[in-house]
């Protein structure tokens, strides 16, 4: 079911509207429109997005999510941006963190505990005189 929107006059034009034509797809679709006009809708703060992300799709993809963001009752900008930053989301958070085993941890610990070889560069560089601070 599309998601109720914020502004009072995307809600009581809507309801108006489904009273009389009680169909969902339609509903979606109206309220979808009216996101596009609204200032009071979250997804006409341009002003706040200067960056700009172009995607060609094909038609029946065009045509997916377009209907998908209807029945979700937002902009395809909006729909589109919320999957885009879930995703994103999912995919550092995963990166983000290092997942082991115990027995694999107890051994990574234990490496990163032991003492490492000399790097003979690292020795001639530390043997250098310091270069006074000005």
Known sequence: MAETPKCRNARSRVAAQTSTRGDRRNRAQRLAKHSRSCVHCPDMAAATRPHRIDVRV???????????????????????LDAAEDRAREVIDERRDLVMSKATFSRFAEALDAPGAPVPELVELFRLPRIPAV
């Not at 094909?58 to 902009?75: F, H, K, V, Y």
């Open 58 to 80: 094909s038609a029946e993809q065009d045509a997916m999510i377009r209907e998908a963001a209807a029945l979700a009752g937002q902009t395809v900008t909006g729909f589109l």
